[in-house]
Structures are given as C-alpha cells and as structure tokens.
C-alpha cells in the first residue's frame, strides 16, 4: 500500500499558477497509475487529470484541458500538477490517488488516498 501526501495548496487570484505535488512512499511507486481528484464545498468529488504508470496515458477533465498538466518524476516517488490561469472555480480541495492500473480511476477500482491541499482561488 502506498501513502501519498500532498503539497502545494494555497491562496491564488484568477490567472495565477500553482503547482501541486504529490509524494508517495515506498519503493513501488513506479507500479501505481497515479491522479489527481478535487472536491468543491457541496459537490462531490471529481477527477481532474489521470497518469499512467510510465506517464504513457494521460487523462483530463474538459474542465481543465489546456491549463492543468499532470507530470510524474518516478526516480522521486512524486507526481505534479501544474495549473495556470487558475478560475475561481477551481477552488477546492484537491486530493492525490494511487490506484494499481490506470482504468481504475473511471471504474470501482481500489484507490488509495490522501489527506488533500486546499487551492483557493479569489476573482
């Protein structure tokens, strides 16, 4: 089981840029599809952008194509995401996930998870 904590949150104004980071530990991190979720106060969660384990396939929400990138450095144990021209409504607190194969993410598949970073973005 992997343990991922999360950094990088903070408060932004619109049009601004933040990155995220997300370490894992221990020595598999390189073996688990990785990716980013948020969760806005009254919504449900939703996932943002999606990496394979090798970084071959790449998934974003149309919410956030063409601003966000998701990256991973798997010689760190860390994936990013880089977010520019921050909206208001990407307010939210934004949570790593593991998962052991990347289609996990668009089905039942286990996750793991953790403890989320706040990304406030004032208009």
């Known amino acids: 089981q992997v343990q991922l904590v999360e950094s990088g949150g903070g408060l932004v104004q619109a049009g601004d840029s933040l990155r995220l980071s997300c370490a894992g530990s221990g020595r598999t991190f390189s073996r688990y599809a990785m990716g980013w979720f948020r969760q806005a106060p009254g919504k449900e969660r939703e996932i943002v952008v999606a990496?394979?384990?090798?970084?071959?396939?790449?998934y974003y929400a149309d919410s956030v194509k063409g601003r966000f990138t998701v990256s991973r450095d798997n010689a760190k144990n860390t994936v990013y995401l880089h977010m520019n021209s921050l909206k208001p409504e990407d307010t939210a607190v934004y949570y790593c996930a593991a998962a052991s194969y990347y289609d996990a993410f668009f089905s039942d598949g286990e996750r793991y998870w953790g403890k989320g970073t706040l990304v406030t973005v004032s208009s």
């Open positions: 990496i394979s384990e090798r970084s071959v396939r790449t």
